[in-house]
């Protein structure tokens, strides 16, 4: 998995809860938000391409 998805139902203010890559086996704990279907999150480290399909799939697997 290259994207963790949490979710605090507590938390007013991000109730739709965060995403974030995990590159290289360790997770960078910069949020990302879902990108629009044309133009992927590109990380520059690994080359990975984050689309919004991805997202859509880590956040189906659950909350963290």
Do not use: W
Not at 10 to 24: I, K, P, S, T
Not at 38 to 45: G, K, N, R
Request: aromatic share 8%; proline share 8%; net charge negative.
């Amino acid at each position: 998995m290259v994207l963790i998805y949490e979710n605090d139902p507590l938390d007013n203010e991000h109730a739709r809860g965060r995403f974030y890559h995990v590159c290289r086996g360790r997770v960078d704990r910069t949020e990302l938000s879902i990108p629009p279907v044309d133009q992927p999150h590109e990380c520059p480290s690994c080359g990975i391409d984050l689309e919004a399909e991805d997202f859509f799939v880590a956040m189906q697997k659950g909350s963290v």
